[in-house]
């Protein structure tokens, strides 16, 4: 027979029985009684904890710029979840009474993906990406796309693209160096073939149009020598995703591999090649996917250059899923599992906590440690993956000594004498609690360990006795708990021994006065 609270059930022919965990607003303890004819009672103590219920983000998934929208935030019985905090745009808002608040878009340049976050106390944290469409208010985005490095006097052409990537049609491009000013104008696909100047060792490019913003860059001239081998850069791929890395390979016109090239992708130094003439490179993160100019050059060679595709991740990507905790106390260590949308565990992945970056291991766990706080804050989580978008969760880290903690102590409620006993300490928020400190009556025990644990053995009793085990740790409430220590009870031979052996000695002397005394009979 097992009782589980205040409910009995039989076990099967297998020793096994079910029950359904009540539903509980706050951890709490419930014992477990087993019984049957012939044997000792047993007693184990479980910890219910409640159920975190999830939560829904209802909302538009397109908004345009400047648009107040509504999202509204339910359960997952559909009902509204007010007192709800929902973060947006890096500021926090919080729902009314029916589940809804009103956000306000930003204004963009280009259509841009935001995330929403929502959290609440006892409810698993949701997120939901919107996009932001640009519709034109206030100056649009335009981006320029020029090689970084020429030769003089060569002509190349300049392409002016906007937020979507169509041409921007008779935009101006000023063409400054020394104190000279050259002025084109774009075709209908946005392009203007140039030259570059005679002589200097750069120049700078301004391009403008009425209604976007300006853009600016510096292109820099190097001498061609007929003397000295052409570099050719060849990248592994022509398109890749931003944030993802690819190889180049770099030889000179006659095919031989070139060691310390310097590359440059898109004006960034990458590092230089090896005896192989390759190198390892990452692409730029991207406002819009577009063409980057990737440049190689070393001495005594004539510079080389390829164009590679880079794409935005947001905008074709999906993101991987985090699972972690939603909250923390400071100090306490908590691991980070991510995984594909699939579910399956992503190793190798970058995951970015309170200025800690770390990589997943094969099982797509890291682990990371909540920084010292306050008061009660809230930091984000951030995941980065190739052929993955970014991904992101909000933590809120509690301040240990605002949040008044107090210590539980979990064991059995019944014990024989002699027997060990496991005690374990916990926090109010279900932590292990290492260190504390644990009295067994009035005598202390020891310290528990980095799992909150000790072990202690019962001590002999005359008869049934409860002794109290108390928990004390600075910062923390301290815990109390009853236990009672069963006496086993005497055995037959401890019991009835003395008067046994009085009756053997008796028989024996009397079996030896009969026998001594049988000699004198007539």
Request: proline share 4%; net charge negative.
């Amino acid at each position: 027979k097992v009782t589980f609270g205040n409910e009995s059930k039989y076990t099967d022919e297998n020793g096994y029985v079910t029950f359904t965990a009540p539903a509980v607003k706050s951890s709490r303890q419930v014992m477990v009684k087993a019984s049957a004819p012939g044997y000792l009672e047993e007693y184990k103590l479980i910890c219910i904890k409640p159920r975190k219920k999830e939560l829904f983000i209802d909302v538009n998934p397109y908004v345009d710029e400047g648009e107040d929208f509504e999202v509204r935030v339910k359960d997952s019985d559909g009902k509204p979840v007010p007192n709800a905090d929902v973060y947006f745009n890096f500021r926090r808002y919080r729902t009314d009474i029916d589940g809804r608040v009103q956000l306000t878009a930003p204004d963009v340049l280009i259509s841009t993906n935001y995330l929403i976050v929502v959290t609440k106390e006892n409810f698993s944290s949701a997120s939901r990406w919107i996009t932001v469409m640009d519709r034109g208010y206030g100056k649009k985005y335009l981006e320029l796309i020029a090689p970084l490095a020429v030769h003089p006097w060569e002509e190349f052409d300049v392409r002016i693209i906007d937020g979507k990537g169509g041409g921007i049609k008779n935009a101006s491009i000023n063409v400054r160096y020394d104190s000279h000013e050259e002025k084109f104008l774009t075709d209908e696909s946005g392009r203007a073939r140039i030259r570059s100047p005679p002589v200097g060792s750069s120049f700078t490019i301004e391009v403008t149009k009425a209604g976007y913003i300006k853009k600016m860059a510096t292109i820099s001239i190097f001498e061609k020598n007929d003397n000295f081998r052409d570099i050719i850069i060849e990248p592994t791929s022509s398109e890749v995703i931003e944030g993802s890395e690819f190889a180049v390979k770099v030889r000179d016109e006659y095919g031989e591999e070139i060691e310390g090239a310097r590359v440059y992708v898109d004006g960034i130094f990458s590092g230089e090649t090896n005896e192989a003439g390759l190198l390892c490179c990452k692409a730029p993160h991207v406002a819009i996917s577009r063409p980057c100019f990737v440049f190689a050059s070393k001495e005594g060679y004539n510079f080389g250059y390829a164009w590679i595709e880079v794409k935005n991740s947001l905008s074709s990507l999906d993101a991987p899923v985090i699972e972690s905790v939603d909250v923390v106390e400071e100090g306490r260590e908590f691991e980070v599992r991510v995984k594909n949308p699939s579910g399956e565990p992503l190793g190798g992945v970058r995951v970015n906590f309170f200025s800690v970056s770390k990589f997943t291991n094969d099982k797509g766990c890291v682990s990371f440690t909540a920084p010292a706080v306050e008061n009660d804050e809230i930091f984000m989580l951030t995941a980065e993956y190739s052929d993955f978008a970014p991904a992101f969760k909000l933590i809120k880290v509690l301040d240990v000594k605002k949040n008044n903690l107090t210590l539980n102590i979990f064991t059995v409620p019944i014990i024989m004498e002699g027997e060990n006993l496991l005690l374990k300490v916990r926090d109010n928020y279900g932590y292990p609690v290492e260190n504390a400190i644990v009295f067994f009556g009035e005598k202390e025990i020891g310290y528990t360990d980095d799992y909150g644990e000790i072990s202690i053995r019962a001590p002999e009793v005359e008869r049934d006795k409860y002794i109290s085990i108390h928990a004390i740790k600075y910062g923390y409430g301290s815990a109390s708990f009853s236990l009672l220590v069963k006496n086993k009870g005497k055995t037959l031979l401890e019991e009835y021994g003395p008067l046994f052996l009085a009756m053997c000695i008796v028989l024996i002397i009397a079996i030896f006065a009969y026998v001594y005394y049988r000699q004198y009979m007539v």
